[in-house]
């Protein structure tokens, strides 16, 4: 749950602290009647509190995750979470009429955000009757992989409970990572390209394509040469060659809506 409240929140409910009171009414008594052992959603010292978060991530056996307000901090420990495939149970309260479409695949509690005892009365059992449910699933794993098919895991740190080392670690993947070609839509996208220059380009390719009969073709990446870039534009070897005076046109196109550094090379193969 977001540790801290939002102003929203805190005039609507008249409660600066809401989120905080929310999970000390609610926890951690109740939750070890369930046999639980509670951490708390926070950690002392600002200069640990993320290692701390990711740490409680990644060993946690049941992770309840508030999405009321769709916290970014909220979406992103969830996305670690998820990424481990390990379990977790989605919450949220009823000010947040509606969560993204990918997470609410996933079978989500509402509950009251009201703290008055009347509310917390039914509140709490149904919160405790939810849980349990998670715990009996027969699937161990989290949820939106069996939905979505996912079949790649993410992998704790080597480093361990040493965040230190494990950014040090980060560091050297990178410096040793190879170099990463950009794509076209990348290349397009740099500063001083309007990304709708991307979508001008394909759709200058793709119109002059239609105009020759040409349904079937792969677009490539800009490649370096010299001053300008290579396009490469592979046809099935099935199509006649393209007169030097039919690309030509399209080339004086690419000049015309600003692409002049932009050169086409057209190949052939099978594969298409």
């Not at 509690?109 to 709490?124: D, F, G, Q």
């Not at 080597?158 to 230190?164: E, L, N, Q, V």
Request: glycine share 6%.
């Amino acid at each position: 749950m977001p540790i801290t409240t939002p102003a929203a929140y805190a005039k609507q409910l008249g409660d600066p602290d809401h989120f905080a009171h929310s999970w000390f009414t609610c926890s951690p008594l109740h939750f070890r009647r369930l046999d639980l052992e509670v951490r708390a959603p926070s950690a002392t010292g600002s200069a640990i509190i993320h290692a701390e978060i990711i740490k409680n991530l990644e060993q946690a056996d049941y992770v309840l995750c508030d999405l009321s307000d769709l916290n970014p901090n909220v979406l992103f420990e969830l996305g670690i979470r998820t990424s481990l495939d390990r379990p977790v149970m989605h919450v949220r309260d009823n000010l947040t009429a509606k969560i993204p479409f990918d997470i609410a695949v996933v079978n989500t509690h509402t509950y009251n955000s009201s703290l008055m005892p009347w509310s917390l009365a039914n509140e709490i059992p149904s919160l405790a009757e939810f849980i349990r449910h998670v715990m009996a699933s027969e699937n161990p794993g989290n949820e939106m992989w069996h939905y979505f098919g996912l079949a790649k895991r993410g992998k704790p740190s080597a480093a361990g409970g040493d965040p230190t080392q494990a950014k040090l670690d980060l560091i050297l993947r990178e410096l040793v990572k190879p170099p990463v070609v950009p794509s076209i839509t990348e290349r397009l996208a740099l500063p001083g390209t309007p990304f709708k220059q991307t979508d001008m380009l394909l759709d200058l390719v793709d119109s002059f394509m239609k105009q020759n009969g040409i349904d079937k073709y792969t677009v490539g990446d800009l490649r370096e040469h010299g001053n300008s870039q290579i396009l490469p534009v592979i046809l099935p070897k099935t199509v006649s060659p393209l007169p030097a005076k039919t690309l030509a046109v399209l080339e004086r196109s690419l000049v015309d809506r600003g692409f002049g550094g932009i050169k086409l090379m057209v190949g052939y193969s099978d594969a298409i």
